[in-house]
C-alpha cells in the first residue's frame, strides 16, 4: 500500500508545526505563570519568551495551514511537491536563526517588531541578535512565498486568472454557478491574493529595519513602517484560517455526504474578505491619530463588515451542513466543527474592540490576546487537529480511542480558560505584554497559566496519536518492503 | 463602563453561539434530506443576514458619533488644557501634571526613541483612555477628569526590557 503524492511530506509538515505550538505553549504558561506571580525568571527572559512565542505560534500555524490548503487544492490543480519540500527546508533555516537570534543574541523585539525598536534596544541585544532574527523572519516568508507562487500559477493554468479562481465570472453571469470552482481553489485563491500582498510589505519592512540596524543613518518614515509591519502581520495571521478553513469545507462535506457549493453568495463572500482581509489592517492603528481619520473610521467599518462573510455563509454553512445530517461523528470531524465555533466566538470580541471608542479603553491591553487565542486556538489549531485525525482516519492500524475523546473534551474547556482568562484580564485593563503584574491583575493570569497546562497536555495526546501513526507506518512499510 | 458593557456584550453573544451550535450537533443525530433543509434555512439566512447588517449599523452610527481624538462637544466655550508629552525608554515627561476635577486635557504624545503606549488609569485603576505615541509624530486625545485621585499613567506599547516599569502619575484634586 503506497501512500497518495505528498500525503507524506504533509504528515512531517504538520508534526512540525504541532510540535512547535505544543513547545511555544510552554512558554505562553511560563509567561502566564510570571504575570500571576508564581515564579519568577525577570523581564529579559520574559521577553524573549514573549518573541519567540509570537514567532513561533504564527510560523506554526502559517505551517500546517500551508499543509491543509496544498493538500486539498492539490486534488483540483497540478501542484509542485518540491515547492512544497523546499518550503519546509527554508522555515526550518528560518526558524533556527530565529531561535538563535532570540536565545543565543538576546533579540526581544516582539514578533512585531515596530521600527525602530530593533535597532534602539536600550542595550537589551545588538545588531547580531536583530539581524539573525530579522533575518530567519525573511526566509521563513520566502519559503510561504514560493508556495503561493506555485500555487497561484497552477489556478492560472487550469483557470485562467485568480479572477476566475475566485469565480468572478460566475458573479457576473458569464458561467453557471454548477461550473464554479470548487470551495477549495476558491479559498487558495484569496489566500494567494492576500499573502502575496502581506510578503510584500512585509518584506519591505524588514528590509528597511535591516537597514537601519546595520546604519542608523539611514532612516524612514514611522508612520509607514508601522502601516506596512500591520499589514504584515495581520494579513498574515488572518490567512491561516483562510487556508485552514478549506479543511472544514471538504471533511464536513465528505463526512457528512452533503456537498458544499461554491454558490453566487459564497464566491461574493469570498471576494468580500479577499478585499477585507487586506484592507482592515488600520483598526491596529485606531490610537494613531495622525493617520487619516477617514482611514480609521474606515478601519472600524470594513472590520465589522468583514465578520459578515464568516458569520453568515461560511459559520452558518458548516451549521446547515451538519443539521440533521446523520453524522457519525469522528474526532477529525468532531475537531472541525467545533473550530467553526472557535472561529465565530473570536470574531466577536474583535468585532467590539474595533470600533473606535471601544479600541481607546481596550487596545493592548489583554484582551486583544483573548480575541486571538480564541481565534486561533479554538479555530485554526482545531482545524489543524481534525485535519490530522481525519487524514490517517482510513488508513491505519490505530484507531482513536477514550484517550482521544478525553483530550478533545480537555482541550475545548482548556483553551476556553485560557482566552477567557486573557479576556477578563482585558475586561479589568490589564496591560498586555508586561513582564509582571500588579496584584489585582494576578488572579486571571494564574487561572490561564494553568488552563495552558491541561491545553498543553490535550494537545500532547494529540501529538502522541500521531507519532505512533507514523512509527505503525514505517513499520508497514518495512514489512512490505521485507515482503516484496 | 465601557470595558464591562463590551464584556457582557461578548459572554452573551458567545453563549448564544455555544446554544447554537450545541443545539445543531445535538440534532445530527437524525438523518433529513438536505434539499427542504437548504431551502428552509437559506430562507432564515436571508432574514439573519439583514438583522446583523442592521445591527452593525446601528453600532457603527453610536459608536462614531464621538471620537476621542477630536475634541469633546461638551467643552464648547470651556477652556481645555493642552498638555505636552514626552516618552523615552522608560519614561515619561509631562509639562504639566496637577489638574482640578472636571478639567478638559488635550495630550499631545510623542516619543524621543521607539513607539511607547501612553495610557490613563483612573485611580481605580481602570484605563480611561490612551494614544500611541511615536517618533517623529504626535498624537493628540482628549480627556476629562471626572474623579479625584493619583492617575497612573502606563506605557501601553512594548518598547524594550522595563517596559512594565515604564509609569507616571497625575494628581487631579
Known amino acids: 500500500m503506497r501512500m497518495e503524492k505528498g500525503k507524506s511530506t504533509i504528515i512531517q509538515q504538520l508534526i512540525i508545526a504541532a510540535m512547535m505550538i505544543i513547545l511555544m505553549m510552554g512558554f505562553g504558561v511560563l509567561m502566564l505563570l510570571q504575570q500571576g506571580g508564581v515564579v519568577d525568571f525577570g523581564p529579559a527572559a520574559f521577553y524573549q519568551f514573549l518573541t519567540i512565542h509570537g514567532t513561533g505560534m504564527i510560523g506554526g500555524a502559517v505551517l500546517a495551514a500551508t499543509a491543509i490548503m496544498w493538500y486539498f487544492l492539490n486534488k483540483y490543480v497540478k501542484l509542485s511537491l518540491s515547492v512544497l519540500k523546499l518550503n519546509i527546508v527554508l522555515f526550518v533555516l528560518g526558524v533556527v536563526m530565529i531561535i538563535v537570534g532570540v536565545f543565543a543574541f538576546e533579540f526581544s523585539g516582539s514578533w512585531t517588531f515596530l521600527y525602530p525598536l530593533p535597532a534602539i534596544s536600550s542595550g537589551a541585544w545588538g545588531t547580531a541578535g536583530a539581524l539573525t532574527y530579522l533575518i530567519g523572519l525573511q526566509l521563513v516568508g520566502l519559503g510561504l512565498l514560493i508556495v503561493l507562487l506555485d500555487a497561484g500559477r497552477a489556478i492560472i493554468q487550469k483557470y485562467g486568472s485568480l479572477g476566475k479562481g475566485l469565480g468572478w465570472d460566475v458573479i457576473t453571469g458569464k458561467k453557471r454557478e454548477q461550473d464554479a470552482p470548487p470551495a477549495a481553489v476558491v479559498a487558495s485563491t484569496m489566500v494567494v491574493i492576500v499573502d502575496t500582498a502581506a510578503l510584500l510589505s512585509g518584506t519591505i519592512v524588514i528590509f528597511m529595519n535591516i537597514i537601519h ?74 490610537q494613531d491619530t495622525v493617520m487619516p481619520t477617514w482611514a480609521l473610521i474606515v478601519g472600524q467599518v470594513l472590520s465589522f463588515a468583514n465578520g459578515l462573510p464568516v458569520l453568515v455563509i461560511t459559520a452558518y454553512g458548516a451549521l446547515m451542513i451538519v443539521y440533521k445530517s446523520g453524522i457519525k461523528w469522528r474526532m477529525g470531524s468532531s475537531l472541525i466543527f467545533l473550530s467553526m465555533f472557535g472561529w465565530t466566538a473570536g470574531v466577536i470580541p474583535a468585532i467590539l474592540d474595533s470600533a473606535i471608542m471601544v479600541n481607546h479603553v481596550m487596545h493592548n491591553t489583554k484582551w486583544v490576546p483573548g480575541h486571538f487565542h480564541m481565534y486561533m486556538g479554538l479555530g485554526v489549531i482545531a482545524m489543524l487537529f481534525g485535519f490530522m485525525y481525519y487524514l490517517v482516519q482510513n488508513d491505519q492500524s490505530i484507531r482513536p480511542n477514550q484517550l482521544d475523546r478525553f483530550a478533545f473534551c480537555l482541550y475545548t474547556l482548556s483553551i476556553l ?23 489585582q491583575w494576578q488572579a486571571p493570569a494564574i487561572f490561564g497559566g494553568v488552563s495552558g497546562i491541561f491545553l498543553m497536555i490535550a494537545i500532547g495526546i494529540f501529538i502522541i496519536y500521531f507519532i505512533r501513526y507514523m512509527v505503525n507506518r514505517n513499520k508497514d512499510f518495512s514489512v512490505e518492503k521485507e515482503i516484496a | 463602563m465601557i470595558q464591562l458593557i463590551v464584556w457582557y456584550a461578548t459572554l452573551l453573544f458567545i453563549i448564544l453561539l455555544a446554544v447554537v451550535f450545541g443545539w445543531v450537533a445535538f440534532s445530527s443525530k437524525k438523518k433529513q434530506d438536505y434539499a427542504p433543509i437548504i431551502k428552509r434555512w437559506y430562507k432564515a439566512r436571508s432574514i439573519y443576514g439583514v438583522l446583523l447588517v442592521v445591527l452593525m449599523l446601528v453600532v457603527t452610527i453610536y459608536t462614531l458619533r464621538e471620537l476621542p481624538f477630536n475634541e469633546p462637544s461638551h467643552v464648547e466655550g470651556v477652556e481645555v488644557i493642552p498638555v505636552h508629552v514626552e ?60 474623579q479625584p485621585g493619583t492617575y497612573q499613567v502606563l506605557c501601553l506599547e512594548y518598547c524594550g526590557l522595563a517596559h512594565h516599569m515604564m509609569m507616571t502619575e497625575m494628581v487631579v484634586k
Open chain 1, 213 to 286: 540596524v546595520i546604519n542608523p543613518a539611514f532612516t524612514f518614515d514611522p508612520l509607514l513602517a508601522k502601516n506596512l509591519t500591520f499589514a504584515f502581520g495581520h494579513i498574515l495571521a488572518n490567512s491561516t484560517i483562510y487556508m485552514a478553513v478549506i479543511a472544514v469545507y471538504e471533511i464536513l462535506s465528505r463526512s457528512t455526504g452533503r456537498p458544499w457549493k461554491s454558490n453566487k453568495a459564497f464566491l461574493i463572500a469570498w471576494t468580500m474578505s479577499t478585499l477585507f482581509t487586506m484592507i482592515v489592517y488600520p483598526h491596529h492603528l485606531l
Open chain 1, 417 to 439: 480558560g485560557v482566552s477567557f482568562s486573557f479576556l477578563t484580564s482585558g475586561a479589568i485593563s490589564t496591560p498586555r505584554k508586561f513582564a509582571t503584574h500588579f496584584e
Open chain 2, 87 to 146: 516618552a523615552f525608554q522608560f519614561g515619561f515627561e509631562l509639562n504639566m501634571t496637577e489638574f482640578s476635577v472636571g478639567d478638559t486635557v488635550e495630550f499631545n504624545v510623542t516619543t524621543k526613541d521607539v513607539t511607547h503606549g501612553f495610557g490613563v488609569y483612573d485611580p481605580d485603576m481602570v484605563l480611561v483612555g490612551q494614544t500611541q505615541a511615536m517618533p517623529e509624530y504626535t498624537n493628540t486625545f482628549y480627556l476629562t477628569f471626572d
